[in-house]
């Protein structure tokens, strides 16, 4: 089996944004992306940004997702109101946070953040590059989604040795497809990137 990479850019000019009860959301990436934007369960998995402008938001309920949020800007309050152990969970900027779509999730204060919203039967995570490498482990298929806070230069290097050089500026998406015949690769960045991963469960 031929080892494979399909890689996707997408510019902020593309994004679709839209308004919810806390501000305006803006969608950057959805699979399949052939799936109705203005539905919000009609997707495997979405990346997007939002403006929380209010001081109390209430989040929209995602029976069968889970979600991962992080601020890009501010500090971030959130609590799950309905859980019989309901206490404030206190977000830095840059530092994500797991949990079920679910549940009743309310947040407090003003910033700009990143979602990465994606069906149970996926495994997922969101870490951010700063000025450093990444190496990561893809043992099955896998999508890698790298979302610029700064422009940046990144150097991919495949197992392979191969190595493939791509500028994203700020604002913009990078889609990776990995194929399961690459078992790992890595990603040099000389700036700010937020980088999620997804693969099914097995």
Not at 153 to 174: A, C, H, Q, R, W
């Amino acid at each position: 089996m031929n080892r494979y990479v399909e890689k996707k850019y997408i510019v902020k000019e593309e994004y679709v944004s839209t308004e919810w009860t806390g501000g305006i959301t803006t969608e950057l990436y959805r699979s399949p992306v052939e799936n109705d934007p203005s539905n919000n369960q009609s997707f495997d998995f979405r990346l997007s940004t939002a403006s929380i402008s209010k001081k109390n938001s209430d989040f929209t309920k995602l029976a069968g997702y889970n979600r991962i949020i992080m601020s890009l800007d501010k500090p971030l309050v959130l609590d799950h109101p309905e859980t019989s152990k309901a206490k404030k969970i206190h977000l830095k900027p840059l530092e994500a946070y797991f949990f079920s779509g679910d549940i009743e999730t309310r947040s407090y204060g003003l910033c700009q953040d990143i979602n990465l919203i994606y069906k149970k039967e996926i495994n997922a995570k969101m870490v951010v590059i700063k000025n450093s490498d990444v190496k990561i482990i893809t043992d099955k298929d896998s999508i890698h989604l790298i979302y610029a806070i700064k422009s940046s230069k990144i150097t991919i290097n495949y197992k392979n040795k191969s190595v493939e050089d791509l500028m994203i500026y700020s604002g913009d998406t990078v889609v990776l497809e990995i194929g399961m015949t690459i078992n790992y690769f890595s990603i040099h960045a000389n700036s700010l990137l937020i980088l999620s991963e997804l693969s099914k469960n097995q």
